[in-house]
């Protein structure tokens, strides 16, 4: 009941009041999908999770960042992270290479692009240093370190720290002012 709300009636697309134009709902998605297939031990939720994934791909702009109407949304919650694990599972089960393949390519342009922005990432179009940006960035890099463990592993390893340690100014350990959230 639940899909039948959130997705069209042929489960590519998430539904208008879903708000398929935001990257993040489609992303987040995924990974319930994923879970749900796990869960429930039901492959029907994995193969809306791929069609799914084909329509979040299409976002991807040649610089290999997820883009909603030129504005990047990489780190608007981690997109990334929901094809990271949808690639696991995919390869888990041993389902169509090819498409596997296309994710991992996929997901490997996407953590170059956070490779080479650090923190200059941006949030949904505002130039800030903000916690979700930054959190998302870092565990995006970090996971790819562990899902691939190829060439990219050190950098992204490395980067994820940095990004972790500069986050540091973004928290507050006790505060008595209420202004502060």
């Known amino acids: ?50 069609s799914l994934a084909k329509k979040l791909l299409t976002y991807q702009t040649a610089d290999g960042a997820l883009r909603m109407r030129n504005v990047h949304y990489s780190c608007v919650i981690y997109p990334f992270k929901s094809l990271m694990e949808l690639y696991v599972i995919l390869t888990e089960k041993h389902l169509d290479i090819q498409e596997t393949q296309n994710i991992k390519i996929a997901v490997r342009r996407g953590i170059e692009d956070l490779l080479r922005r650090k923190d200059n990432v941006g ?33 992204c390893i490395e980067v994820a720290e940095m990004l972790m340690r500069k986050h540091l100014c973004l928290e507050n350990y006790i505060s008595n002012d209420c202004r502060n959230r």
Request: hydrophobic residues 45%; aromatic residues 8%; charged residues 20%.
């Open 123 to 155: 949030t949904e179009g505002e130039m800030t240093f903000e916690d979700g940006m930054i959190t998302c960035a870092a565990l995006q890099l970090a996971m790819y370190a562990l899902v691939f463990k190829d060439d990219l592993q050190q950098s």
């Open 1 to 50: 009941e639940f899909l039948s709300v959130m997705l069209r009636d042929d489960y590519t697309d998430l539904t208008p009041a879903a708000a398929p134009q935001r990257i993040q709902n489609t992303a987040v998605m995924i990974s319930l999908l994923i879970a749900a297939c796990k869960t429930c031990k039901n492959d029907r939720y994995l193969n809306i999770a791929r």
